[in-house]
């Protein structure tokens, strides 16, 4: 199913949760994979979309709605 191909690459992750250090990073590890889950599951290139989110952080903006990888504007 969609969500079994989804979860399969965190199988692996969650033997090596307990090397995360802090709860802090494991939340930022679930977030990071969620992102990237967004991206495949919307026919984003999860490259080309970190390239422009933080191209766009960079240069100040911070409405973070319009930064999502369906709304970012990538093809």
Known sequence: ??????????????????????????????????????????GVSVLDYFKRFFSEIVKGRRDYEHLLPLTIGLE
Do not use: W
């Not at 090596?16 to 990071?32: E, I, K, Q």
């Not at 994979?33 to 495949?40: D, G, N």
């Open 1 to 42: 199913s969609i969500a079994e191909r989804f979860i399969r690459p965190l199988a692996g992750e969650r033997k090596n949760s307990l090397f995360f250090g802090s709860d802090r990073m494991a939340h930022v590890s679930a977030v990071y994979h969620t992102i990237i889950s967004t991206c495949k599951m919307q």
